[in-house]
Nanobody, 126 residues
Framework: VQLQASGGGLVQPGGSLRLSCAAS????????IAWFRQAPGKEREGVSS????????STADSVQGRFTMSWDKAKNTAYLQMNNLKTADTAVYYC????????????????????WGQGTLVTVSS
């Protein structure tokens, strides 16, 4: 399994970005895929996650209503659409995947995922 995140960059507060995560390997067997982020000096935290074969999903309260995750099965690519960005959203964003099927309460837990991409930096600043 390989995960390649891209799309990060510098954006002003209130702006938008769309991150992409290109996945390879046995993607048809994925149980769930997720986006995490890690700000300087802070723990890595779950942002948004979805199970692939059923509609279960989970989104962090801090980004609810601003970030939307999607999965394009044909392209084996996950997206994170980020709108109304805030300076607090500045972080390295990682995508992660697992072949297991985490319960909903575990979808944003780091330990639920075995495979990680390399991260893409998002900087929100005026």
């Amino acid at each position: 399994v390989q995960l390649q995140a891209s799309g990060g960059g510098l954006v002003q507060p209130g702006g938008s970005l769309r991150l992409s995560c290109a996945a390879s390997g046995a993607t048809q067997r994925y149980g769930a895929i997720a986006w995490f982020r890690q700000a300087p000096g802070k723990e890595r935290e779950g942002v948004s996650s979805m199970r692939i074969r059923d509609p279960a999903s989970s989104t962090a309260d801090s980004v609810q209503g601003r970030f939307t995750m999607s999965w394009d099965k044909a392209k084996n690519t996950a997206y994170l659409q980020m709108n109304n960005l805030k300076t607090a959203d500045t972080a390295v964003y990682y995508c992660a995947a697992t072949y297991s099927r985490p319960i909903v309460s575990a979808l944003l837990g780091k330990s639920s995922y075995s495979y990680w991409g390399q991260g893409t930096l998002v900087t929100v600043s005026s």
